[in-house]
């Protein structure tokens, strides 16, 4: 069963595709865009090109764990999503996932645009291995 992890964004949108197994990260990408229509045509067209069986979207959360305006945003994308890949997108806590994925890049040595254009996969990455590791 192929999972897709989907780390939203205004600018960019990062994704992380399970390999066939569902239990590793296989493919990465970032979709750049502002418009969520678009960022969504894009998702449910990956989806297809690698047959996709279930959706994880990452949930910003405070540190204490309570849910801020920017959550409510991510909600709101998530029903708009579920609902042109007619099938439920589950949230998941990415408390953390942005700041780990910038630690992980700073430790290779990707910095400035390199790390600009990388470091929503690497949160997408992070968001999918926490999900697949919750073993839901």
């Known amino acids: 069963m192929k999972t897709m992890a989907i780390d939203y964004g205004d600018a960019r949108t990062g994704i992380a595709i399970s390999d066939l197994t569902g239990t590793i990260v296989g493919t990465t990408t970032v979709i750049h865009s502002w418009n969520r229509e678009k960022t969504a045509e894009e998702i449910v067209r990956l989806a297809k090109e690698n047959r996709v069986d279930r959706f994880v979207m990452g949930l910003p959360k ?9 959550a409510a945003l991510y909600r709101e994308f998530a029903d708009f999503l579920s609902k042109q890949l007619g ?3 589950i949230l998941w806590d990415e408390r953390r996932t942005t700041v780990e994925a ?3 890049l700073s430790a290779g040595n990707y910095h400035g645009k390199k790390r600009k254009n990388t470091v929503d996969a ?12 919750s073993g839901k």
């Open 62 to 70: 405070n540190m204490d764990g309570t849910e801020g305006a920017r």
């Open 87 to 89: 099938q439920p997108v």
């Open 102 to 104: 910038h630690q992980i």
């Open 122 to 133: 690497v949160a997408a990455s992070l968001i999918l291995e926490g999900f697949l590791a």
